[in-house]
């Protein structure tokens, strides 16, 4: 069965700063793998997603995310946090075939200090 | 940007009582799903539907759980005799494709359930 682990629960980084999020997942296959944020409120917006190809992944708001097969990691990186980046941030493995289901880590609070 | 919507934003209801959460899923898309999320948890997947049939469900979504789509715009959950541990916020989420990879699950805001 596949599973998502997001490590650490709440993080707090000043504006300005890099952040790396951790996403570890188990899958018998290659996966799907996104990162979605959750802004209070609000819906899951999809930051960024990787199906195949290159390992490195572009997203929206300036994030980036690398597949890192032999770690079963796909980290989350910013190089300069912005105040309005402060959200709750899930990573997520897709099912192949089927219905294609998400499976979400238990998400990681981002706090950002001034 | 099309977008899926949902209503309503809150629900209260009491114990017992059958609820109906609405989605308008994004137009072309065919493949659409109900997650939910209860406070402080993640979220969890319940079902997915594509062709006016569930094509896969988790061990959540019970047989007081049944989904629908009405008509050709519309796609509910609903919740024959609900409980205390069923409030949570139910997200409803769409995609464009049927097989091959799984493109891009687009959510709605999530409507907010209250058992009572």
């Known amino acids: 069965a596949q599973s998502v682990t997001q490590p650490d629960i709440h993080i707090t980084v000043s504006e300005g700063a890099s952040l790396e999020l951790r996403c570890n997942y188990s899958y018998g296959a290659t996966p799907y793998l996104f990162w979605y944020v959750q802004s209070p409120g609000q819906g899951l917006q999809l930051l960024l997603k990787y199906f195949s190809g290159d390992t490195l992944v572009q997203g929206i708001k300036g994030f980036e995310a690398e597949f890192k097969r032999s770690q079963s990691s796909f980290n989350l990186r910013k190089p300069s946090v912005h105040w309005s980046d402060a959200a709750e941030y899930f990573c997520?493995?897709?099912?192949?075939?089927?219905?294609?289901?998400?499976?979400f880590g238990t998400g990681t609070q981002l706090k950002v200090e001034l | 940007e099309p977008e899926v919507t949902q209503t309503p934003s809150h629900q209260v209801t009491q114990m017992g009582q059958e609820v109906i959460l609405r989605c308008v899923p994004i137009?072309?898309?065919?493949?659409f799903y109900w997650y939910r999320q209860i406070l402080g948890q993640k979220v969890e997947f319940l079902v997915s539907?594509?062709?006016?049939?569930?094509?896969?469900k988790s061990e959540i979504f019970d047989d007081q759980f049944s989904v629908e789509r009405p008509d050709g715009s519309n796609f509910t959950l609903k919740i024959r005799s609900t409980k205390l541990e069923d409030s949570a916020m139910y997200f409803c989420a769409s995609r464009i494709l049927a097989g091959g990879p799984p493109d891009t699950q687009y959510f709605g805001p999530g409507t907010r359930l209250t058992v009572l």
């Open positions: 997520a493995v897709g099912a192949r075939g089927g219905g294609n289901k998400l499976t």
């Open positions: 137009s072309n898309h065919l493949y």
């Open positions: 539907f594509y062709n006016n049939e569930i094509s896969e």
